[in-house]
């Protein structure tokens, strides 16, 4: 059983991911437009009285909240047959959805009743993994209260991010909002950089017409005296050439 832990420990809560788990997930947010197209995506019952549903979200079915969740509750627990790695039966075991405890055990959460299989990462998420690798078991808990038509997720942490998420671009909100402000930032840079251009073009043109218009007041003023002072001239020689006759 190939199996490689990803994730980060806080405190008491860890991120347990395996290679296998992040392997269906990064395919998953590959091939979610095939799959839409090729078949309808199976929704799993959940009970009224639980406080989330499953339901489709960019990486295909996520899990969202129904109910008003409080900071520090309890929300599913990931659960499964558990697989020792000393056994070569479990040990050979390869699915989408293993989540290593220990060097030696592991939960199988591929059987369906584990709605926690369906949580999908995020950067800046509202749950966390509580692993407790004494008790066997995993719960995911609310970090920040959770209101009805939330998604509910978890960091899988940063080598997950870095060897899966971050090569073909994380879908979470968070980072989807950081894409948006960039998107915006980069437009606005291009308006700026056009309208600075336009500007530089329409001072380059105002000089170019005061220069034509220098040039022609140049061309219509005569060479030498003015037009009164030929006048003046051509009036003396007139009188002189009389007062000689």
């Given at each position: ?175 989807e909002k950081k894409r948006k402000k960039k998107r915006a930032e980069a437009r606005a840079e291009r308006l700026r950089l056009k309208a600075k251009a336009e500007r530089k073009a329409e001072k380059k043109a105002e000089k170019l017409t005061k220069a ?23 009036r003396l020689a007139n009188g002189s050439g009389h007062a000689s006759v």
């Amino acid at each position: 059983m190939a199996v490689h832990k990803l994730g980060k420990a806080h405190g008491k809560c860890a991120k347990g991911l395996t290679w296998a788990r992040n392997r269906f997930r990064t395919a998953a947010s590959r091939l979610l437009a095939f799959h839409s197209c090729q078949f309808q995506l199976i929704m799993p019952a959940t009970s009224l009285n639980k406080p989330y549903r499953v339901g489709r979200s960019r990486t295909g079915l996520g899990l969202f909240a129904t109910k008003p969740i409080k900071k520090g509750a309890k929300i599913v627990r990931y659960f499964g047959p558990l697989l020792d790695s000393k056994k070569k039966k479990d040990d050979a075991i390869e699915n989408k959805y293993l989540f290593e405890l220990t060097n030696r055990w592991t939960i199988d959460g591929s059987v369906r009743k584990n709605i926690a299989r369906y949580i999908n990462h995020a950067c800046k998420p509202n749950a966390e993994s509580d692993v407790k690798p004494r008790k066997r078991k995993v719960v995911i808990r609310a970090i920040k209260n959770i209101e009805p038509g939330d998604e509910i997720n978890y960091d899988y942490g940063t080598d997950y991010f870095k060897a899966y998420l971050k090569p073909i671009g994380c879908k979470c909100d968070a980072c989807e909002k950081k894409r948006k402000k960039k998107r915006a930032e980069a437009r606005a840079e291009r308006l700026r950089l056009k309208a600075k251009a336009e500007r530089k073009a329409e001072k380059k043109a105002e000089k170019l017409t005061k220069a034509k218009a220098t040039k022609a007041t140049a061309k219509k003023k005569p060479n030498g005296k003015s037009g009164a002072a030929k006048a003046a001239s051509g009036r003396l020689a007139n009188g002189s050439g009389h007062a000689s006759v």
